[in-house]
Nanobody, 116 residues
Framework: QVQLVESGGGLVQAGGSLRLSCAASGSTSSINAIGWYRQAPGKQREWVAGISSGGSTNYADSVKGRLTISRDNAKNTVYVQIDNLKPEDTAVYYC??????????WGQGTQVTVSS
C-alpha cells in the first residue's frame, strides 16, 4: 500500500504563488505515476498535473504555464508549484498515486484559497 500526505496549502492573494507537497510512504517502489488533482466546491475532481516514475511530466491545458510539477526521489516527495494564482484556482488539492497493481491511492487533500 501507498500512503500520501499533502501539505502547503493556504490562503494567498491573487497573483501569488504556492508550492504544494505530496509525501509518499509505504510501497513507494510500486508507484508508476503521481498526479495532482483539485476539486472546487460543487465541481468534480479534475486532474491538473502528473509525473511518471521516469520523470515525464504532463499538465492540463487549463493550467499549463502556471504549474510546475517536480519530485525529490530521496524524500519520496512530489511537489507542484502554482504561480500567478487566480481565484478560480481555489480548491482542495489532492495527490494520487497510480501503482503497478492498479488502482489509485489518495491523500487527504490540502486547501488552497485565492483571494481577489
Amino acid at each position: 500500500q501507498v500512503q500520501l500526505v499533502e501539505s502547503g496549502g493556504g490562503l494567498v492573494q491573487a497573483g501569488g504563488s504556492l508550492r504544494l507537497s505530496c509525501a509518499a510512504s509505504g510501497s513507494t517502489s510500486s508507484i508508476n505515476a503521481i498526479g495532482w488533482y483539485r476539486q472546487a466546491p460543487g465541481k468534480q475532481r479534475e486532474w491538473v498535473a502528473g509525473i511518471s516514475s521516469g520523470g515525464s511530466t504532463n499538465y492540463a491545458d487549463s493550467v499549463k504555464g502556471r504549474l510546475t510539477i517536480s519530485r525529490d526521489n530521496a524524500k519520496n516527495t512530489v511537489y507542484v508549484q502554482i504561480d500567478n494564482l487566480k481565484p478560480e484556482d481555489t480548491a482542495v488539492y489532492y495527490c494520487g498515486a497510480d501503482t503497478k497493481w492498479g488502482g489509485r491511492s489518495w491523500g487527504q487533500g490540502t486547501q488552497v484559497t485565492v483571494s481577489s
